[in-house]
C-alpha cells in the first residue's frame, strides 16, 4: 500500500494535486484543508496517501497528516453511505478536530451543513463514529489516528501538535458568535499565517483582525 508520496509538486487545485516521481507524474485527490498548506507549484511536497482500489480504476487521496488520511479511511470503512468523493468534500468543508467536535458532540445540525450531507448522513457520522472518537476534550483521539497507523495496537494516540490550539481557538470564536464552518475557516487561515506552532490566544487574534 502507499502510505505516502514525497516529490516535487508540479500543480495544485483545490481538490487535486499532481506530485512528480521518479519521473511519474501521480495525481492526487485532496481535500481543501490540504490544498490550503500546499506549496507552490516547484517545491517540494509530502503528502499521506490511501489507495482506493475499484474494478476499472485505482485512485490515490492524500492529506496533509496521517491523522486526516486515517479519518478519511475511517469514514469510508465505518459509515454507511459515505464513499471517498462525499469524506473528501467533509474533510474539505471543515478541519479533523472540528470534524471531531462536532462528532463527539452529536452536532447533527452542523454536519448537515456541509455539501450533501442530509441529516441522515450527518445522523449516521455520529452513531457509527461518536464511539471511536476520544470523550476526553483532546482532538485526534480516534483510536490508532495520530503519529501512529490505524491497526498499531498503541490505543488513543496524542492529538498532533497544532490540533489543540486551532480547536480551542475555533470554539472560542463560536463562543464570540462566528458560525462553526466560518470560525473554523477562519482559525486555518490564521494557522497557515502564523505556522503550525502558533497559540491559542495569537490564533484567535490573527482571525479576528482578518
Not at 517540494?44 to 476499472?56: A, F, G, N, P, S
Not at 463562543?175 to 475557516?185: R, T, V
Request: charged share 20%; hydrophobic share 45%.
Amino acid at each position: 500500500m502507499i502510505t505516502s508520496i514525497h516529490g516535487l509538486l508540479t500543480e495544485a487545485t483545490p481538490l487535486r494535486a499532481v506530485v512528480e516521481l521518479n519521473g511519474f507524474g501521480y495525481e492526487v485527490n485532496i481535500p481543501v484543508t490540504t490544498a490550503e498548506k500546499l506549496p507552490a507549484p516547484g517545491a517540494q511536497v509530502k503528502l499521506h496517501t490511501l489507495v482506493i482500489y475499484r474494478e476499472d480504476a485505482q485512485t490515490l487521496y492524500g492529506f496533509s497528516t496521517p491523522a486526516e488520511r486515517d479519518f478519511f479511511r475511517l469514514m469510508i470503512e465505518t459509515v454507511s453511505g459515505v464513499g471517498p468523493k462525499l469524506a473528501l468534500t467533509i474533510l474539505s468543508r471543515m478541519s479533523l478536530p472540528l470534524l471531531e467536535s462536532a462528532i463527539r458532540n452529536g452536532d447533527v445540525a452542523g454536519l448537515s451543513k456541509c455539501p450533501g450531507i442530509g441529516k441522515k448522513t450527518a445522523e449516521r457520522l455520529v452513531i457509527e463514529l461518536r464511539a471511536k472518537v476520544g470523550v476526553t476534550g483532546g482532538a485526534g483521539l480516534v483510536p490508532g489516528i495520530g503519529s501512529e497507523p490505524l491497526g498499531s495496537g498503541t490505543g488513543a494516540a496524542p492529538a498532533a501538535a497544532g490540533d489543540v490550539p486551532l480547536r480551542d481557538a475555533v470554539l472560542a470564536l463560536g463562543a464570540l458568535g462566528y458560525k462553526a464552518a466560518d470560525a473554523d475557516a477562519a482559525v486555518r487561515r490564521a494557522q497557515i499565517a502564523l505556522g503550525a506552532g502558533a497559540s491559542t490566544e495569537k490564533l484567535i487574534k490573527h482571525a479576528l483582525a482578518g
